[in-house]
């Protein structure tokens, strides 16, 4: 089972660069971990960069994600304010993520709207799950359900041609 390390954190923000989007990014690293990420946007022509997304990352003792936390730039006040987060939860299985929102009045991210559920199913696949969480019903409702290869050191050892 592979998790989401802070390599995947670190190399899919050097894989944005080259975009053309107009969006900048600037990663902190601390102790080789991946801390935080803000996320510029292009203003004016490209002559300038304004705050748009900052994005904090905590691990566990082995180094796995366990929460994403997204910020937006707020012009008015000039100042990061709290948008969601990501919780990540990890068993023998595979693991959950979970979507929460902020929520004002508990100043905590207690309202969790969705998740996924990452499963290893048999010998290199895994089935993805989707919840989203129903008011009315109080309970977790299944949006989608799926069976995904997952990369791995033989992902390519069915397509060799043997001589």
Request: charge should be negative; hydrophobic fraction near 35%.
């Amino acid at each position: 089972m592979e998790f989401i390390t802070v390599a995947t954190i670190l190399l899919s923000s050097l894989n944005m660069h080259n975009n053309n989007e107009g969006f900048a990014y600037n990663v902190e690293l601390v102790d080789n971990a991946v801390t935080s990420q803000v996320v510029y946007k292009s203003i004016n022509d490209g002559k300038y960069l304004s705050h748009h997304l900052k994005y904090n990352y905590t691990y566990d003792e082995q180094n796995r994600l366990t929460k994403k936390e997204v910020l937006k730039w707020d012009t008015f006040s000039e100042s990061w304010e709290r948008s969601h987060c990501l919780y990540y939860t990890y068993d023998m299985f595979g693991f959950t993520l979970a979507y929460a929102l902020w929520d004002t009045e508990k100043t905590d991210y207690t309202r969790i709207v969705a998740k996924q559920v990452y499963d290893d199913c048999m010998n290199g696949a895994m089935t993805v799950t989707l919840y989203k969480w129903n008011n009315s019903e109080n309970d977790w409702i299944v949006q989608n359900n799926m069976i995904t290869m997952h990369p791995g050191d033989n992902l390519l050892s069915s397509l060799e041609i043997v001589l």
